[in-house]
């Protein structure tokens, strides 16, 4: 079957680094989505990895492994306004989003 | 550019009401998508549209339908609302099918009473 697993809470404190795990099992693979999503709001795009690596964008970057099925999300210098849900999705075969239950993230001051 | 609206906001229904959550996208997207949010669970797919005039099935198509009579337009159907329908709904669109990112519309709370 197809799954994504990723930790459905995390807390962390503002102006440090926090990483968001997810692993992945999909029928085929066409890539690894990351969309945050705050609170009674749509989902918001974030980053795309098809290739192994880090991609960095900003204060976020994401990692994608494909031969262990496996990506993080990487935030430094949290703000406030990093507290949101961050959802991972693998694409499959049919070019289908399969997605996480996604991880809230909490950030004390 | 507004991008996606979704129309309801939020729409409390009788069980057995038929009800349809309408979706409209300004950005000439060829393809649509309808997902369901529920607590706990990660999006799921009700039905697609690779490009206008086709629809597809999802994972979770069943007592739901969709039409795709233009490019603009991708209204989701409930025939005859059950309150195991009771969730959020996104309608989402992308450039075209394939790993172009997805877009999501501001959703739409649906309570089945």
């Known amino acids: 079957g197809q799954n994504i697993d990723q930790p459905t809470e995390m807390t962390a404190t503002e102006g440090a680094i926090v990483q968001i795990n997810c692993t992945y099992q999909t029928s085929g693979f066409n890539g690894l989505f990351w969309y945050q999503q705050h609170a009674g709001e749509a989902p918001t795009f974030l980053s795309y990895n098809v290739l192994d690596g880090l991609e960095e964008k900003g204060r976020f970057s994401s990692f994608l492994s494909r031969s262990k099925g496996y990506s993080y999300l990487l935030l430094k210098e949290l703000q406030m306004k990093d507290s949101a849900s961050y959802l991972c999705a693998g694409m499959d075969s049919n070019y289908q989003l399969i997605w996480g239950a996604g991880t809230k993230l909490i950030i004390k001051p | 550019i507004a991008g996606i609206t979704q129309a309801p906001t939020s729409q409390i229904l009788a069980a057995g009401r038929r009800m349809t959550l309408r979706c409209t996208q300004d950005?000439?997207?060829?393809?649509m998508y309808w997902y369901r949010q529920d607590l706990g669970l990660g999006l799921r797919l009700i039905h697609y549209?690779?490009?206008?005039?086709?629809?597809g099935k999802g994972e979770v198509p069943d007592g739901y339908s969709v039409s795709r009579a233009n490019t603009d337009d991708f209204p989701l159907t409930l025939a005859s609302a059950v309150p195991s329908q009771t969730s959020v709904y996104f309608c989402?669109?992308?450039?075209?099918?394939?790993?172009?990112?997805?877009?999501f519309g501001p959703g739409t709370r649906l309570t089945v009473l």
């Open positions: 950005m000439r997207h060829n393809a």
């Open positions: 989402a669109s992308s450039d075209s099918a394939g790993t172009d990112t997805q877009y």
């Open positions: 549209s690779n490009t206008a005039g086709t629809t």
